[in-house]
């Protein structure tokens, strides 16, 4: 038998808002979505390395997450970019593996620092 446009609109909508809050906090919890990415004090947590840089002649690198760099204790360089020094190629080695297994970081930094430094990295399974 043919249902109407009204009778289709309503079967359509017979979700209700606690279905809907369930759905996606079941996503939530699989992973499906990062959960509390940002920025803030001295860290960013559960970011993803959306960036790696460096130029020619030097050893340097910075880097840029998915996070709000602005709302760290210390002053990113453009706004967005916390500077590596020369001396971590560990740290770049960490950040480039989590940047190519799309795995999220928490980026410690030196306090006040300015242009922010880098202090530790971590990776998590």
């Not at 079967?11 to 699989?30: D, G, K, W």
């Not at 997450?65 to 500077?83: A, I, K, M, R, Y």
Request: aromatic residues 12%; hydrophobic residues 40%; contains cysteine.
């Amino acid at each position: 038998m043919f249902r109407s446009k009204r009778q289709k609109s309503r079967a359509n909508s017979n979700r209700s808002p606690s279905f809907v809050f369930y759905v996606a906090f079941l996503l939530t919890a699989l992973g499906a979505s990062p959960s509390w990415a940002e920025c803030g004090g001295g860290f960013c947590s559960n970011v993803y390395v959306e960036q790696l840089y460096t130029y020619s002649g030097s050893a340097n690198f910075w880097l840029r997450t998915t996070g709000t760099e602005t709302l760290l204790n210390c002053t990113p360089d453009s706004g967005v970019f916390l500077h590596v020094a020369s001396s971590s190629k560990e740290m770049f080695a960490l950040l480039l593996a989590a940047q190519l297994a799309d795995k999220v970081v928490v980026v410690r930094i030196v306090e006040g620092s300015n242009p922010c430094a880098v202090s530790w990295v971590t990776l998590d399974r």
